[in-house]
């Protein structure tokens, strides 16, 4: 029951959070408590917004889930939680949501209420739209480091907003390339599949892939960039963001897995040796250079 549970609210997809403290820590902000306990806010806040978005999902998804050869597991599609309850949990996560949200200031609060109303349009309507499904993906992202930056209070890069923003549709591409080798054997699992093909989906992911490699060299080199962290030396992380890139395509066309982006990450050796490296280059070349 506990496991079933934590599928419901999607505690393994909470990872995608951790992008509220990309402020915090190209901020050099690593060595403010103070900073660090309202990241921690507002990974919470995002953590307990995103449950609802997925339970909500999960409900509006339940016929259609149940005709697809993994979905057909999600709790409520398998009938393991009833529909009252998983109103009854969304009503229990909205008042701990606004619980955490009385902690932080207005500008992170709007953020996080236009998350969970952006996605509850998107599991309405907007998922179907094609092109626009993936946009809606990736605007989740970027409201996380903005909302990241908000709640501390910092700057943010224009660059790392563009980064982040072709990261994320990069991999909202790549998951919707995945499931075109479901929707083959039943097209209904994802109905906005029709209006995507093979090119057409390998033609946005080159551009999403190759924009997030250039848009981030672009950062490390900035004029602002040098000046704020006094080191040229940035641009050396690159190589950690192409191979993070080359690989995950290499999960996705090779291997022909990437249906769940979160669950790929966190399985893959090789990423997660990648993600390391990279973050202790970061903390190294931000702090001690």
Known sequence: MFRDFTKLIRVSHWVKNTFVFVPLIFSKSLDD????????LAFVSFSLASSIVYIFNDIIDRDADKNHPVKKNRPIASGKFSLSFAYF????LLVLVSSSLMLANKLFTIIVLL????????SIKLKHIVILDIMIIAAGFILRVIGGAFIIEVYISNWLILTTLFLSLF????KRRSELNISFENIDTRKVLEDYSYSFIDQI??????????????????ERTVSYF???????????VIFGIFRYMYIVYH???GEDPTKEIVKDIPIIVNVVLYTVSIVILMYFS
């Open 89 to 92: 949990l969304i009503a229990l």
């Open 115 to 122: 998350y969970i109303v952006i996605n509850i349009l998107y």
């Open 33 to 40: 408590g103070n900073k660090i306990l309202l990241s921690g």
């Open 230 to 240: 006094n080191s040229e030396s940035l641009i050396y992380t690159t190589i950690f």
């Open 255 to 257: 291997k022909n897995k």
């Open 205 to 222: 992911g080159t551009i999403s892939a190759g924009a997030v490699i250039i848009c981030y060299a672009i950062y490390t080199v900035a």
């Open 171 to 174: 991999l909202a591409v790549m």
